[in-house]
């Protein structure tokens, strides 16, 4: 391994202020927001169904300009990084590997990411590269920029549809992390174990893992660092169905984070309003 690309949404930087300016700017309780969204994650849908369905017809693109007019638009800075971030990704470099800061996001994070100084070799945006994951042209781009062969770059994110599965079916090798919505619920999903190289909980396991196998080595497969805990996934136990196939990506959600950029209105449409609560039946999941 020579490159380590992390994705930014819930894999460097938790999403609370994101989600909560939001539901600052359409009058709601943050806790309606973040329920919504989780709806949408466990039936693998787009997590900006909530806005949708909160405000019906907007377009989230042009919300999210009509907030930075409004003088409130997008922010982050270090309290919304998760605090393994930095150790995480200075010791990976102290180990000499290169260390990318990729994912999708708007220009404007890009910029707010780069002024913090981060510990890595480049941070850029999918808005910057002009493609979204799971576009399989972003991840030609994260090639363009690793340095390094496909076998020899790691892709880390939380999302298995957007940064697991389209990373592997482009060789690279993958790690998932066990954080944010999507990277709990959908840890222990067959898929997911059988997908990834590693599967973590914290950013500040790869440094170990990572320097144990040695730059160029193959390293050794630790799917069975959370075996204990598929045991008793609650997930297995309910809803989903067994999938023992990768591109989970017609049943796993499409894209973790909100669309703000105005070039991501093309979103999915919104799942079956008028059937009230079978809204929220798992097998609705089949369709995203
Ligand atoms: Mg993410």
């Known amino acids: 391994m020579e490159t380590i690309v992390f994705d930014i949404g819930e894999t460097l930087v938790r999403d609370d202020r ?27 849908r787009d997590c900006a169904d909530a806005l949708r369905i909160l405000r019906p017809g907007m377009d989230p693109g042009e919300a999210y300009h009509a907030r930075a007019a409004a003088g409130r638009g997008e922010h982050l800075d270090e309290t919304d990084l998760y605090p393994d971030v930095r150790p995480a990704l200075a010791g990976l470099r102290s ?11 708007t220009a404007r994070a890009g910029e707010l990411l780069r002024a913090m100084d981060l510990p890595a070799d480049l941070v850029v945006t999918s808005e910057e590269w002009g493609v979204t994951k799971p576009d399989r042209d972003f991840f030609t781009r994260v090639l363009e920029v690793s340095g390094a062969s496909p076998e020899a770059t790691l892709y880390v994110g939380d999302h298995p549809a957007d940064d697991l599965f389209p990373a592997k079916s482009s060789g690279l090798r993958a790690a998932h992390i066990r954080r944010g919505p999507y990277g709990h619920w959908w840890a222990d999903h067959p898929d997911v174990i059988e997908t990834a190289d590693w599967r973590v909980s914290t950013l500040t396991e790869l440094p170990a893992l990572l320097g144990g196998a040695g730059r160029g080595k193959t390293p050794a497969a630790p799917r069975e660092q959370h075996a204990s805990r598929e045991q008793h996934s609650p997930r297995e136990q309910s809803t989903l169905p067994a999938q023992s196939t990768l591109p989970a990506q017609s049943t796993l959600p499409e894209r973790p984070t909100l669309p703000e950029g105005s070039e991501r209105s093309e979103r999915p449409t919104l799942p079956e309003r008028s059937e009230g609560s079978e809204r929220s039946a798992p097998s609705d999941r089949s369709r995203a």
Not at 31 to 40: C, M, R
Not at 95 to 105: I, K, T, Y
């Open 18 to 44: 994101h989600w909560a300016s939001w539901a600052d700017w359409l009058g709601v309780p943050p806790h309606t927001v973040s329920a919504l969204v989780g709806a949408a994650v466990t039936q693998g």
């Open 95 to 105: 180990l000499g590997f290169r260390v990318v800061v990729a994912g999708d996001r």
